[in-house]
């Protein structure tokens, strides 16, 4: 059974949505705070490491348990249910959703698919990557001249990339002696960057990819594999490449040899594989005890998102608070702001799991929806992106609700740094939230001894109206499984929202028209004829061609 199909603009909590929206819109989050006396406590949740602080939205109570009794009208609990029990709620491709199965130690566990036990393969191939990275931890794992392995590149893209890499530069501080590496774009500047300081003896490469047929892996696999042709023979190359896919026969075309092709299954979508061999190269970067932690982390999310009440469940609330500014406030984007620079390459991962997810139009019917779905997902480092980004979010037209994402304690331990860091995280939600009123920017010219005139000519360029709003989620440190919590978190958050959106978060149909085109304008640069293409398009392809 697939996941039912609604239309979330009929249900009777979107209506009274509509109403509650008409009467608070103009009301503050301040004014929410005056006349909520509990708001604090009844929009935050605590769970495990994590506080998550919600307090600081432009939601009523009110506003926020009808949001709640959405979730339930849509059905949510039970798509719950068929999310977690693999049934085939990817429908498009016939597929189950069990990325929440790669983390699962639960021994109990008794999801099968095509009468396959899930869990025994998901420990086996757990097992195989324990065993691997063990072997190049150990110097057991060595190159064609002998020589043990150092450095480890990762060839992939988008899922089969961004979340090991995301991963990987996150626990940089956990890293063990071996070097990680990743090539993802087609353009050979990448990966001959990339290789450019590595030796090919003590390299050794992963291929990456669900399908083994995506252009860019392949080429960047061909790539490199004359790189190691031109220092050592054929009959060695074995020695330096691993695959996962779930394509072994195109894996061992390609020359990987079957021992060393992990495998990956139908039933991960490529953006949420990395928990599985996926993330081999997480387990090489990071050791297998603390790749286990971090599935653990994830598995500690997923528990609660599985067995908490709706008013307490951290994915569904935030998933919520995102519909309620997608299509009541109309905001078209959110922002992701973490105050580590460990986790700077977050917002890429996420961009890539929301957009490729809920970047949908067609309902659930097979219908074109007449609301707004997924939102356009961005960010970058505080500090950094205050001296970037932030004049928009604090005085720009736009309405941009945005995660602010910190740590009470810091890897390294300098205090003094992480105060530094910390004062500015809590700052800018503050600031954020208040605004600077008239009052206030009048008092401040004044001390600095400016003219009324000065002052009223300064003062409307000087006012913050504040109101904006902003998520809390603050750990106590960042860990293997606190990121594991962290990014399962979001994974729900997105799965809540295609549930409530009527729309299949698991396929990605859009992107197969530009590949497809690549593929054609790469057969018309061997005719010259661009006849068939757009006049605009046909004429950058002359030009390209002649220069
Ligand atoms: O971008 C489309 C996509 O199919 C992603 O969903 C996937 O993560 C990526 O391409 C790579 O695919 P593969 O792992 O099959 O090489």
Same mark, same amino acid.
């Given at each position: 059974?697939?996941?039912?199909?609604?239309?979330?603009?009929?249900?009777?909590?979107?209506?009274?949505?509509?109403?509650?929206?008409?009467?608070?819109?103009?009301?503050?989050?301040?004014?929410?705070?005056?006349?909520?006396?509990?708001?604090?406590? *009844?929009?935050?949740?605590? #769970?495990?490491?994590?506080?998550?602080?919600?307090?600081?939205?432009?939601?009523?109570?009110?506003?926020?348990?009808?949001?709640?009794?959405?979730?339930?009208?849509?059905?949510?609990?039970?798509?719950?249910?068929?999310?977690?029990?693999?049934?085939?709620?990817?429908?498009?491709?016939?597929?189950?959703?069990?990325?929440?199965?790669?983390?699962? #130690?639960?021994?109990?566990?008794?999801?099968?698919?095509?009468?396959?036990?899930?869990?025994?393969?998901?420990?086996?191939?757990?097992?195989?990557?324990?065993?691997?990275?063990?072997?190049?931890?150990?110097?057991?794992?060595?190159?064609?001249?002998?020589?043990?392995?150092?450095?480890?590149?990762?060839?992939?893209?988008?899922?089969?990339?961004?979340?090991?890499?995301?991963?990987?530069?996150?626990?940089?501080?956990?890293?063990?002696?071996?070097?990680?590496?990743?090539?993802?774009?087609? *353009?050979?500047?990448?990966?001959?960057?990339?290789?450019?300081?590595?030796?090919?003896?003590?390299?050794?490469?992963?291929?990456?990819?669900?399908?083994?047929?995506?252009?860019?892996?392949?080429?960047?696999?061909?790539?490199?594999?004359?790189?190691?042709?031109?220092?050592?023979?054929?009959?060695?190359?074995?020695?330096?490449?691993?695959?996962?896919?779930?394509?072994?026969?195109?894996?061992?075309?390609?020359?990987?040899?079957?021992?060393?092709?992990?495998?990956?299954?139908?039933?991960?979508?490529?953006?949420?594989?990395?928990?599985?061999?996926?993330?081999?190269?997480?387990?090489?970067?990071?050791?297998?005890?603390?790749?286990?932690?971090?599935?653990?982390?994830?598995?500690?999310?997923?528990?609660?998102?599985?067995?908490?009440?709706?008013?307490?469940?951290?994915?569904?609330?935030?998933?919520?608070?995102?519909?309620?500014?997608?299509?009541?406030?109309?905001?078209?984007?959110?922002?992701?702001?973490?105050?580590?620079?460990?986790?700077?390459?977050?917002?890429?991962?996420?961009?890539?799991?929301?957009?490729?997810?809920?970047?949908?139009?067609? *309902?659930?019917?097979?219908?074109?929806?007449?609301?707004?779905?997924?939102?356009?997902?961005?960010?970058?480092?505080?500090?950094?992106?205050?001296?970037?980004?932030?004049?928009?979010?604090?005085?720009?037209?736009?309405?941009?609700?945005?995660?602010?994402?910190?740590?009470?304690?810091?890897?390294?331990?300098?205090?003094?740094?992480?105060?530094?860091?910390?004062?500015?995280?809590?700052?800018?939600?503050?600031?954020?939230?208040?605004?600077?009123?008239?009052?206030?920017?009048?008092?401040?010219?004044?001390?600095?001894?400016?003219?009324?005139?000065?002052?009223?000519?300064?003062?409307?360029?000087?006012?913050?109206?504040?109101?904006?709003?902003?998520?809390?989620?603050?750990?106590?440190?960042?860990?293997?499984?606190?990121?594991?919590?962290?990014?399962?978190?979001?994974?729900?958050?997105?799965?809540?929202?295609?549930?409530?959106?009527?729309?299949?978060?698991?396929?990605?149909?859009?992107?197969?028209?530009?590949?497809?085109?690549?593929?054609?304008?790469?057969?018309?640069?061997?005719?010259?004829?661009?006849?068939?293409?757009?006049?605009?398009?046909?004429?950058?392809?002359?030009?390209?061609?002649?220069?």
């Amino acid at each position: 059974m697939a996941l039912a199909s609604i239309n979330p603009t009929k249900l009777t909590a979107w209506n009274k949505l509509k109403s509650l929206f008409e009467k608070e819109k103009s009301n503050t989050i301040l004014h929410h705070f005056k006349n909520e006396p509990n708001r604090v406590d *009844d929009f935050s949740v605590q #769970f495990d490491e994590l506080l998550v602080d919600f307090s600081k939205h432009r939601i009523s109570k009110k506003t926020l348990d009808t949001l709640i009794e959405l979730a339930k009208e849509a059905g949510l609990q039970k798509a719950i249910q068929d999310y977690f029990e693999g049934t085939p709620i990817n429908k498009t491709e016939e597929r189950a959703v069990l990325h929440t199965a790669l983390r699962n #130690f639960d021994k109990k566990s008794n999801i099968k698919i095509d009468g396959k036990p899930v869990y025994t393969s998901v420990m086996q191939t757990l097992q195989q990557i324990e065993k691997f990275s063990d072997a190049l931890h150990h110097g057991n794992w060595k190159g064609y001249s002998g020589k043990p392995i150092t450095d480890v590149v990762n060839i992939g893209i988008g899922g089969s990339d961004l979340g090991p890499n995301m991963v990987v530069d996150a626990l940089k501080y956990y890293h063990t002696q071996i070097n990680t590496h990743f090539v993802s774009n087609v *353009d050979g500047d990448h990966v001959l960057e990339s290789i450019k300081h590595l030796n090919p003896e003590t390299t050794l490469c992963l291929v990456v990819s669900k399908s083994f047929t995506t252009q860019e892996t392949l080429n960047n696999a061909n790539t490199i594999r004359s790189w190691f042709l031109k220092h050592t023979t054929q009959d060695q190359i074995h020695k330096h490449f691993a695959a996962v896919s779930a394509n072994v026969h195109k894996a061992n075309e390609f020359g990987i040899a079957s021992e060393n092709i992990f495998p990956m299954w139908d039933w991960v979508g490529g953006r949420f594989s990395l928990w599985s061999a996926a993330g081999l190269s997480i387990a090489c970067a990071v050791g297998f005890k603390n790749f286990k932690a971090l599935l653990e982390g994830a598995e500690a999310m997923d528990e609660h998102f599985k067995t908490t009440d709706f008013s307490e469940n951290i994915p569904t609330i935030i998933a919520l608070i995102g519909i309620w500014y997608t299509n009541f406030y109309e905001a078209e984007s959110e922002a992701i702001i973490p105050y580590t620079q460990y986790l700077q390459k977050l917002a890429s991962y996420l961009q890539q799991a929301s957009m490729e997810s809920n970047g949908k139009s067609v *309902d659930r019917f097979g219908k074109n929806v007449n609301y707004q779905t997924g939102s356009i997902v961005w960010g970058e480092p505080g500090t950094n992106s205050q001296h970037a980004f932030f004049q928009l979010m604090h005085q720009g037209t736009k309405l941009i609700p945005a995660d602010f994402i910190g740590f009470k304690n810091s890897l390294h331990g300098n205090e003094k740094h992480h105060d530094l860091l910390m004062a500015n995280f809590f700052a800018q939600t503050e600031a954020l939230l208040k605004g600077k009123s008239i009052e206030e920017v009048t008092q401040e010219l004044k001390a600095q001894g400016k003219t009324q005139n000065q002052i009223l000519a300064l003062l409307p360029f000087k006012v913050f109206e504040g109101n904006r709003p902003t998520t809390t989620i603050l750990g106590k440190k960042l860990s293997p499984r606190s990121l594991g919590m962290l990014i399962a978190m979001y994974e729900h958050k997105i799965f809540v929202q295609g549930v409530i959106w009527n729309i299949y978060s698991y396929d990605q149909w859009g992107v197969e028209l530009g590949k497809q085109l690549a593929n054609a304008i790469l057969d018309d640069f061997k005719t010259k004829d661009y006849s068939k293409h757009d006049a605009s398009t046909a004429r950058l392809l002359d030009i390209y061609q002649k220069s």
